[in-house]
């Protein structure tokens, strides 16, 4: 069993920053991939970011060059960085790790990006 637990979402005006925050219960965090993913409404949820155990990153278009995912192993904790943030950023963000075929997902923590 996996809990994750999300923070750092909140309201930010258009081109502003937010870090997300995401802990993980549990042993052997450092040897999980970890992603982030969004939710706005009306749409389906979507990977933004991921990060593997040996710190490889992969981005969603949308976000390459603006949000940046890392991982503080002692910590059991994955951040997303956002910068430039758009209103199209605006959505419920969603930690994500898997073990074995069971994912586990955060509750969620709300970014609005509007002025």
């Known amino acids: 069993q996996v809990q994750l637990v999300e923070s750092g979402g909140g309201l930010v005006q258009p081109g502003g920053s937010r870090r997300l925050s995401c802990t993980a219960s549990g042993s052997f965090f450092s040897i999980y991939p970890m992603g982030w993913y969004r939710q706005a409404p009306g749409k389906e949820r979507e990977l933004v970011a991921a990060i593997g155990n040996g710190g490889t990153t992969y981005y969603a278009d949308s976000v390459k060059g603006r949000f940046t995912i890392s991982r503080d192993n002692a910590k059991n904790t994955v951040y997303l960085q956002m910068n430039s943030l758009k209103p199209e950023d605006t959505a419920v963000y969603y930690c994500?790790?898997?073990?074995?075929?069971?994912?586990?997902w955060g509750q969620g923590t709300q970014v609005t990006v509007s002025s």
């Open positions: 994500k790790t898997s073990r074995g075929n069971h994912d586990y």
